[in-house]
């Protein structure tokens, strides 16, 4: 069925199809059943849920659903992989098996089918790969800090490991081994998301740092794109091939919907000065300077715009610059605050209230369907046509 897309105002909302309550703990994961009006969820208080209630002997901590051979595998806080066969009226969960992945809290999984692996990442600093048919675990490779989030490629075995301190690892996948291809670094916090869009190769992190980064993973100059909009923590994450948007969302509730179909900026690299690179004062670690004019060092500050080490008095100003991923306003210098035009300051992002915390999302891109959840213990099903204009003659029914 062939998707149509809608030309709608900027004013248009998200809107609240079903609110799910009953959990007793954080709802760790939400997926929305494709064709169906049905969501299986995971949550803390050690539950996996779809039309039918599984209790776990450990808090479920992540999960991942292949919805072709309604295989549902579910990580938990001890470090073990759980996988369930979901019976075809989606009124039973069969176990099938338990894998010892991790020594620790699982954070992510995804699972390969033409391969037959169950690919997972978890608090012991390590990503393991499991074979689905015999249970035996293939590989694990170690990292420095608590490996928070994955992503894979399935047509060249490449994933992406996020992890606390800030890096994203490409490691490519073999049998029984692996080999480090790259590291990326750009974030000041901790990788909470990623996504990976293979037809145009470009991977998103969102961090603690309240930032997302694309990664052209696919372009030969590797250019980096920063986007600044929301106040919190970035927790999901979810790249429109059709409309070219951006969907991410925050831990105070925050929904952002990024236009990606625009040319845009790369932010300049930071500069390092021992004096203010517009009026020459010197900074407060340049005595020589100090010391040979008698003055005061000053404080060092960084244009946002153009990346030049400036005093606080050569960069008073304030300016949103949306091309460059700048949504609200940042410090830049006066020359460049009087070179920015009122048109250069139009937003190219909406920004929307889910009013309660969201710690996961997913989406349903063929209905433009939404889920969110997190540490309220509430699940949120959204219709998000009216706000990423794509969507199919099917829906969810509100209950």
């Known amino acids: 069925?062939?998707?149509?897309?809608?030309?709608?105002?900027?004013?248009?909302?998200?809107?609240?199809?079903?609110?799910?309550?009953?959990?007793?703990?954080?709802?760790?994961?939400?997926?929305?059943?494709?064709?169906?009006?049905?969501?299986?969820?995971?949550?803390?208080?050690?539950?996996?849920?779809?039309?039918?209630?599984?209790?776990?002997?450990?808090?479920?901590?992540?999960?991942?659903?292949?919805?072709?051979?309604?295989?549902?595998?579910?990580?938990?806080?001890?470090?073990?992989?759980?996988?369930?066969?979901?019976?075809?009226?989606?009124?039973?969960?069969?176990?099938?098996?338990?894998?010892?992945?991790?020594?620790?809290?699982?954070?992510?999984?995804?699972?390969?089918?033409?391969?037959?692996?169950?690919?997972?990442?978890?608090?012991d600093k390590c990503i393991s790969w499991m074979c689905t048919r015999s249970g035996n675990m293939l590989g694990r490779h170690f990292f420095s800090s608590w490996a928070s989030c994955l992503q894979y490629d399935f047509d060249t075995q490449y994933a992406f490991v996020g992890d606390y301190s800030g890096q994203i690892t490409l490691l490519k996948l073999e049998q029984s081994t692996c080999s480090v291809i790259t590291t990326l670094k750009g974030h000041e916090g901790s990788i909470a998301c990623l996504w990976w869009d293979p037809v145009q190769r470009l991977l998103f992190s969102g961090a603690s740092d309240n930032s997302v980064i694309m990664w052209d993973i696919g372009g030969r100059k590797g250019r980096t794109l920063l986007l600044q909009g929301h106040h919190d923590k970035v927790q999901a994450l979810c790249y429109l091939q059709l409309t070219r948007q951006l969907v991410s969302c925050s831990?105070?509730?925050?929904?952002?919907?990024?236009?990606?179909?625009?040319?845009?900026?790369?932010?300049?690299?930071?500069?390092?000065?021992?004096?203010?690179?517009?009026?020459?004062?010197?900074?407060?670690?340049?005595?020589?300077?100090?010391?040979?004019?008698?003055?005061?060092?000053?404080?060092?500050?960084?244009?946002?715009?153009?990346?030049?080490?400036?005093?606080?008095?050569?960069?008073?100003?304030?300016?949103?610059?949306?091309?460059?991923?700048?949504?609200?306003?940042?410090?830049?210098?006066?020359?460049?605050?009087?070179?920015?035009?009122?048109?250069?300051?139009?937003?190219?992002?909406?920004?929307?209230?889910g009013k309660h915390n969201i710690s996961h999302m997913s989406m349903d891109v063929a209905r433009g369907l939404m889920v969110t959840c997190g540490t309220d213990r509430v699940v949120k099903i959204w219709d998000m046509t009216p706000v990423v204009g794509c969507s199919l003659a099917t829906g969810f029914s509100p209950h």
């Not at 949103?320 to 020359?335: K, L, T």
Request: hydrophobic share 35%; aromatic share 10%; net charge negative.
């Open 1 to 123: 069925m062939a998707a149509e897309i809608h030309s709608r105002p900027q004013s248009s909302r998200p809107v609240l199809l079903s609110k799910i309550e009953g959990h007793q703990d954080t709802v760790t994961a939400a997926l929305l059943i494709p064709k169906e009006d049905g969501v299986i969820t995971a949550s803390e208080d050690s539950s996996a849920r779809n039309m039918v209630f599984v209790f776990l002997a450990a808090p479920c901590s992540a999960m991942a659903y292949h919805h072709d051979s309604r295989r549902i595998f579910v990580g938990q806080d001890n470090g073990a992989v759980m996988e369930f066969h979901v019976s075809e009226d989606f009124n039973k969960m069969n176990f099938i098996k338990t894998y010892p992945a991790h020594q620790n809290r699982v954070t992510a999984i995804i699972f390969s089918l033409a391969t037959e692996w169950v690919i997972s990442t978890g608090h």
């Open 251 to 353: 831990s105070d509730g925050g929904i952002a919907v990024w236009n990606m179909d625009v040319s845009r900026e790369e932010a300049p690299q930071w500069l390092e000065s021992d004096s203010c690179q517009k009026c020459e004062q010197p900074f407060f670690w340049n005595i020589k300077q100090m010391w040979d004019t008698k003055t005061l060092g000053l404080r060092q500050h960084h244009c946002r715009k153009c990346g030049q080490a400036v005093c606080g008095k050569c960069s008073s100003k304030r300016s949103s610059y949306p091309i460059m991923g700048f949504e609200f306003q940042v410090r830049v210098c006066d020359s460049c605050y009087d070179s920015i035009k009122d048109e250069d300051r139009t937003s190219l992002a909406t920004f929307h209230e």
